[in-house]
């Protein structure tokens, strides 16, 4: 049966046991005791000086099932520039807002008015998943403040809508394999955008649950799956904060608040990274040119839908090219 049904018995059972008995979370404390983090009006955020005393600030949002620990191995390349990592609202350190309408719109204004108390007029931003979106309506927003912005996936809820006479061969064969990906994979995103707090309980209660519903995202969307350790330091950050639920909210927040789709005029550079387990598509630069001003785009030979905790080098370095360019 292997993966077809859901997480596969046996890496479920490695993945725990090692959590359980292997798993040094006390390693990854030192480790992030020895960044600087800071909370403001409730957002956590990590936050790195460039070496140089003050250089171009950026931004990266993380998505889900994800945090602020994904952007970590990135952080050693770009020490040229200040960097802000917040965790989303409802996601580890960030409390999620007692109220209904925590969306792309909600997070991004909250974003320019964190990067303004850091005393940033102009800055660059990035992201992935939910943190593409977040990155997006930014830039679309606050297009006097946003110098840039650095993609390595396209929102679906903010993804070009084109009669099918419109599209080239190209763009109509990636629609048709992300299609074909939404009838196998996306069962996840219906759940959590109509009854997120159901699920929430199960997945709150249940380490092993909570690994085998976090961890089948994790493998079926990477091109090679992260390590253990990385998967456990996610999931202890998710259970000992009991964030799971709070984070799933963003599906819902977002399908009922939605945002409306506009051309973005920011400059903007596109990371492909296309080689999932579980194969999404690989959208032509024609599709994407339909909503994003795009100035840089590279397609890289590896790296799935996780790029920066994959290929971490290659984003950040992808990303610092993009951003020398417009300082």
């Known amino acids: 049966m292997g993966w077809k049904q859901g997480t596969e018995l046996d890496w479920l059972q490695h993945l725990v046991t090692y959590w359980l008995d292997e798993f040094d979370w006390r390693a990854w404390e030192r480790r992030q005791n020895a960044l600087e983090h800071f909370t403001w009006e409730g957002i956590h955020f990590v936050y790195q000086r460039s070496i140089a005393g003050r250089g171009m600030p950026l931004i990266l949002t993380h998505g889900w099932p994800g945090s602020f620990l994904d952007y970590l191995d990135m952080l050693p390349v770009l020490r040229d520039f200040d960097v802000v990592v917040p965790s989303l609202p409802g996601y580890g350190f960030s409390p999620r807002p007692a109220q209904a309408g925590i969306n792309y719109r909600y997070v991004a204004e909250g ?132 964030t799971i639920t709070s984070s799933m909210r963003d599906y819902w927040d977002n399908r009922w608040h939605p945002v409306d789709r506009a051309w973005v005029g920011t400059p903007t550079a596109f990371g492909v990274f296309a080689h999932q387990t579980v194969p999404e598509g690989e959208p032509p630069r024609s599709y994407v040119e339909r909503v994003y001003n795009i100035e840089r785009w590279t397609v890289f030979p590896r790296g799935g839908h996780f790029a920066p905790v994959e290929e971490p080098a290659a984003v950040a370095g992808d990303l610092a090219a993009f951003f020398r360019d417009r300082s």
């Not at 303004?116 to 007029?121: A, F, I, R, V």
């Not at 763009?171 to 074909?180: Q, V």
Request: charged residues 20%; negative net charge.
């Open 111 to 242: 974003w320019h008015r964190l990067m303004s108390e850091l005393g940033y007029t102009r800055y660059g931003a990035a992201g992935y998943d939910f943190g593409a979106g977040v990155t997006t309506i930014l830039a679309l927003d606050h297009p006097e403040s946003v110098i840039g912005i650095y993609l390595t996936t396209l929102e679906s809820d903010l993804a070009p809508e084109v009669d099918d006479a419109e599209l080239s061969d190209a763009e109509r064969a990636y629609l048709a394999e992300n299609r074909s990906w939404d009838v196998t994979e996306r069962g996840y995103s219906a759940i959590q955008s109509t009854k997120p707090q159901t699920i929430g309980y199960g997945l709150n209660d249940s380490p092993a649950g909570l690994a085998a519903y976090v961890g089948e995202k994790w493998h079926a969307w990477s091109d090679v799956t992260p390590p253990d350790d990385f998967l456990c330091a996610t999931l202890t950050l998710y259970w000992v904060t009991q």
